[in-house]
């Protein structure tokens, strides 16, 4: 069983950046695919970012791209949300997820470890 644990979240205003963290408690570490999902009050949980093993490979939701980077750290266990230009419909809690399927040709990401989440919250 593999432990994540998120970091970073809070409250800001439109506008501003937060950085999220994740790291991950058992190795292979530096095997898996890792990747952000969020669920907004009332919706489901949503794909957000995924990055492959060496992080070579990053994929993005399109209500995210441009304004969202994904990294990772593989010597610390660790991996990254970079989040500029938030919106208000960025408010949600936001779940770390490790190992799984990355579908290289589509980007989608079927994990099968999960962190309890974080909260961001957007101000307008």
């Known amino acids: 069983q593999v432990l994540l644990v998120e970091s970073g979240g809070g409250l800001v205003q439109t506008g501003d950046s937060l950085r999220l963290s994740c790291v991950a408690s058992?190795?292979?570490?530096?095997?898996?695919?890792m990747g952000w999902f969020r669920q907004a009050p009332g919706k489901e949980r949503e794909f957000v970012a995924a990055?492959?093993?060496?992080?070579?490979?990053?994929y993005y939701a399109d209500s995210v791209k441009g304004r969202f980077t994904i990294s990772r750290d593989n010597a610390k266990d660790t991996v990254y949300l970079q989040m500029s230009d938030l919106k208000v419909e960025d408010t949600a809690v936001y779940y770390c997820?490790?190992?799984?399927?990355?579908?290289?040709?589509?980007?989608?990401?079927?994990?099968?470890?999960w962190g309890q989440g974080t909260q961001v919250s957007v101000s307008s």
């Open positions: 997820a490790a190992d799984g399927e990355l579908q290289d040709y589509s980007g989608a990401y079927y994990p099968t470890y």
């Open positions: 990055i492959n093993w060496s992080g070579g490979s990053t």
């Open positions: 058992e190795p292979p570490f530096d095997r898996f695919a």
